[in-house]
């Protein structure tokens, strides 16, 4: 009798609990999982993507960028400054600000803090996230903007900033949130990495902090004295911090979460018939390759020589691998349609720039073998694994641990390689410690992804001299690709620009420094009731204060 | 007096014996964690270092997290900061790793404490239960069960729960430790949050100890039930409740109670899989979180505190292992 | 009836499906290990750069296979072990060692087998798929010794791909010639090339390649034990090491060792895994190692307590007198009595590395995939569990069984060591 009551008291008790969350969550907010706790709220130190997503809603920018689908291209809105006027060469820029944009703290927002955050951003003692991105700028030699040279502030509302005169110069040369000098000034500058100010933010934007517990929520409430502040936004937005991606699915489908990006392609899916659920997804900024080292690593490092690698180093040996790999059944069985194959670093967003009659490296087996041949690997003591001399085709392929689909794509490689004759061993490695290992040249192949950068960089990713960029990781050595790099850096017409691009993108197809995979889309579902969402090129979680319910 | 007087003393420095060893295991505990972390490859430095910077100015950013100097010399820097309690700051979190670990601990310690409340509560009243009903059909499902909950995984029992009471059932959330709505709730309304999310993880903790402890109090108190002073005390017609709680439970519950320390041990030190599926912020996560991103002194300092905390639960047991039977005084503290 | 059967009768009837079932390949092994040791004296280059595991794993099974019988006829050990009673738990345990010694010849599938991923991933326990093999291009009668060899070895070995067969689930036959579909392509195949197309039944289903996970669940067996035993090895000799080391009377030394335990057993030993296999890269070996080295400390507690208390014994102290040398006294002493309680211990510490594996798969660090794991099929299975719930149910089930058999195993010895507990 008495387990009975306690089982019916219990019961009860559960009801009630189901019942006392429905009513809460009528209010208007917006939940959006993320994966990871962010680490700071300070734009200078916004390095992840998460501290890039509420960032952007905390702090305003001079400019509105927005992605232009039917030219590829971005295109500006005023946001900060009212009106702008290039100067007759574009060397200079004459902006107005608005005067009725404050901090939260009640201060106006002034040239003065626009100043200000250019001298931060560009500080090598401040070591923030835009460091090295002022090329462009009257700079010193350790990266620092040349204030005097640069700014001319006329009053508090106006200012005209002047960049170096044979630079390219194009709108993402803008593109900083500001940030207010009255509270950074207080702090010593490389003390700002660990003040109060990276949780306890100023700001200006659309949203402003409302609290945020650590390893659960960052919650963000409408800010009603920015101007972009409407009565329709949503009032509240909470970041759910949702570290096991499994639970992410299952709150999406009861949602207590309303807005999640990097789902995989099977759920997505599944996700899809959920009538209460919308996947779209974010094309053609990020695609994976297998990369291969093509110069000796060791020598490399010890004594900087560019020697060609043993297995690598020869371009019929990448091109036949690259026939060997059947990339297109890893972007059918996994990526469901969420991807599609990648020729070159430029994909098809970049609707002027891309080159749409490259054919890139089509599954053929016996292709492979016959180039493998050619390169002198053939199989003589029948083994199965192709020989040349006495050196065995046998090779250890890195990836990150926890990568689902890079780990279904090198059981795919591997598989297809063997069918050539090529031994491959896969290795997992957990992430700082696989990025050690291609920083340091030390490994024969690894399998990672670029995310394209806005605007189009080449040099950082594909420059032969290795002193000049970390990021070339395979060593990638081409004459011709260096030759239209340096042309690119220069002033040139719409056409020749297109045309050098097209050359690159054949060159680099040719040469495969690396096999290009493919193109893997960034798939995010939402829930129905957030109505006017854009999702493009830029990302998915943007300019959230134009959502509505 | 005197007599009892020394035997204070003689305790008094046992206690003492025991507290220096402790502080001698907390030393190498940290020493060695110290040199694990600092041999491994892998470069914490390497995500604050922008691919843009030069090699000498990403070498700056190097130095800046003193990772550079001869590890001797870290090792004692390291020891003077320790004794003066300063565990560093934190990569990650950009702030003191102390308050960093103040956050995650109270999660952990709720579980923990919820937890072993739960295994000791559920393993004896089913083990009276089985004894009572020797043999028979319930003693032998309870058996059974208990040694099929012992072996199943954490994760298998997790996983099985949130798939029954948060998929199909919808009754219960799936995880995070409180509603984002927690603020505006009435104290009663705050209650039942805390309580919803706590359950899954709880139980998902709980069962498979409790498995054990069933079987433990089942065999300690049988084996004492048999003893020939028992069959005494009955045929003296003492009442069958006092001879169970005077001298059956007390002479049954040590081997319960060292168990019960070091699963209490292990619940403080971070209920890692519960924490993992259930996304609670726990010490068990922020360990693990803190290793994958070679955030250093956090380590080092989770670390510590879990060996603070075993150590520590296994003397309280000792302790309460006294007060049941004075006898083991020595046995425990040499 | 069944109470009457012992486990050398299931042991006997499994070698006997065995031998029905691979008759021919046992064959073929013959032949393959005759043309082995022919071309050891003639031609060794050649013949060392076949060696492989699955070479030497295929000689292991055909040597298996001959001593089971002449383990189970040899009266002596059949008395012992092979009379005792026949229960779930080592029936279980049975199956898991024929899986562990003999897994090619219980599946004839390569466990990382993947073709045609479109036409074979996620399928259910059960499925119907079709085998379409290709007729061999090639068939010169005149063979050398190597050709004779790399045939036999074609035949033999388990093969991760295969040119000549098309694995599909469906296939029509129109005006003589075969069509099925493989990935987005249509496929047609004369049927004059055909040599054979047979149904095949996946047992157990199959994974996000469209690999058996039956033929991986008997290979993850292996890998599984595998760690398990390697492991207790390691803990085994650390732990008696240790153990001895401290018995030997210098306080120093035994107090040291002592706080070296405490150090280890006040941290959590989970945790220190994870540091360790985060830190420097997880896999197989590694997995081992780590969990090896972290599971030494009850036995070192066994053994030097047990030590400890023999010598205190008057029979000890009689036997030294009487002056026998320090290896007698560790042979005819000391040994038998702590075999009990250490083979207990190991048996626990088995199933503790079995499980640990589990876990740090399901973290993500355990044995990683280049060989088949249940741990690390359970990792991958939680990806699926919406769609393909047997690909972590599967590999669940036969952990915790597992688990359940070696607990039920301990126990069982313990009983049988120490009738009066329990």
Known sequence: MRWKIYFLLSLIFILFVSCEKEDASLTSRVVIAIQSEPETLNPVYAFGINEGIITEHLFLYLLDLKWNEKTGDVEAYPMLAEKWQWNSDSTSIEIFLRKDSKWSDGKTISAYDVVYSFDIYSDPQVQSRFFGMFKNFFHFDDGRVDLEKTFAVIDSFHLIINFLPEKVISLFDLAFPIIPKHIYEKLNRNEIQTSEINFSPVSSGPYKLKMWERNQYVILEANKNCFLYNKDMISQIIFKIVSDYSSIITQLKKGEVDLSEDIKPSDAKQLSTNPDLSVTSVKGRQFEYVGWNNIDGKLFSEKNNIVPHKFFGDKKVRQALSYAINRKEIVDEYLLGYGSLCNSPISEIFVNEFDSTLKGFEYNPDKAKTLLKEAGWTDKNQNGVLEKGSLEFSFTLNIPSGNPLRDYAATVIKNNLKQVGVDVIIEKLEFGVLMDGVLNRKLDAWILAWFIPLPLDLKTYWYSDLTQTQLNFAGYQSNEADRIILELEKKLIKEKYINLMKKFQQTISEEQPVTFLYWFDNIVCHNKRIKNITINPFGPIQRIWEWRL | ?334 | MFRKLNIWHLIFSIWLALLIFNFELLLQTVKLFYLSLRLLFSDYNFLSAHFSFHFFDSILSLIVMLVIPILLFSTGIRKKIFRYRLTASNTFIILLTFCFLIPSLITRQHPDFQQNISELKLLPPFSIKYRIELKSANSDSDFSLMEKFIEAKEKVLLKEFDERVYYVKNYSEHQGKYNFTSGSNIISISTDSVKSIKSEIILLGTDEFGRDIFARLIFGARISVFIGIMAVIISLILGLILGFLASTGNPVLSLSLNRLTDLFLSFPSIFLVILILALFGNNLFSVIIVLGFSGWMSLYKIVSSEVATIKGKDYFITAKKIGLTNKELLVREVIPVIIIPVTVNLVFQFSNVILAESALSFLGLGSGNQFPSWGAMIEKGQEYIYEAWWMIFIPGIALVLTLLSIHNIAKELNKFFNPKIG
């Open chain 2, 1 to 334: 007096m005197e007599i009892i007087n020394s035997m204070m003393n003689k305790k008094l420095k046992l206690i003492l014996k025991r507290l220096l060893s402790s502080i001698l295991i907390l030393f190498l505990v940290i020493t060695m964690v110290f040199i694990l972390v600092r041999i491994s490859p892998g470069d914490p430095a390497q995500k604050y270092i922008s691919p843009k910077l030069s090699p000498e100015l990403a070498q700056q950013v190097r130095n800046s997290f003193n990772l550079d100097e001869p590890i001797t010399v870290q090792y004692i820097n390291f020891l003077k900061n320790i004794a003066s309690g300063d565990f560093g700051i934190s990569y990650e979190y950009r702030m003191p790793v102390i308050k960093v670990v103040l956050e995650f601990l109270p999660v952990t310690l709720l579980l923990a404490f919820l937890s072993i409340m739960l295994q000791i509560i559920l393993g004896y009243y089913s083990a009276i239960l089985a004894i009572k009903r020797k043999n028979n059909f319930t003693d032998r499902i309870l058996r059974k069960s208990s040694i099929v909950l012992y072996v199943t995984p954490g994760f298998v029992l997790g996983v099985i729960l949130i798939y029954i009471f948060s998929v199909q059932l919808d009754l219960l959330p799936s995880g995070s430790f409180k509603s984002y709505f927690f603020d505006e709730l009435s104290l009663f309304g705050k209650l039942i949050d805390i309580f919803s999310h706590l359950l899954l993880p709880v139980l998902t903790l709980s069962l498979p100890g409790a498995a054990l402890f069933f079987n433990y109090f089942r065999d300690g108190i049988e084996e004492v039930l048999q003893k020939d002073f028992v069959l005494y005390l009955k045929a003296s017609g003492v009442s069958e409740k006092i001879i169970f709680r005077k001298h059956v439970l007390p002479n049954s519950l040590k081997p319960v109670l060292s168990i019960a320390g070091i699963e209490l041990g292990f619940l403080l030190s971070g209920t890692l899989v519960a924490e993992v599926i259930f996304s609670l912020p726990g010490m068990g996560r922020l360990m693990v979180t803190s290793i994958l991103s070679r955030d250093f002194p956090l380590v080092i300092a989770c670390a510590f505190v879990t060996a603070v905390f075993i150590i520590f639960s296994n003397f309280i047991f000792d302790l309460i292992k006294v007060k049941v039977d004075k006898r083991i005084w020595k046995e425990i503290l040499s």
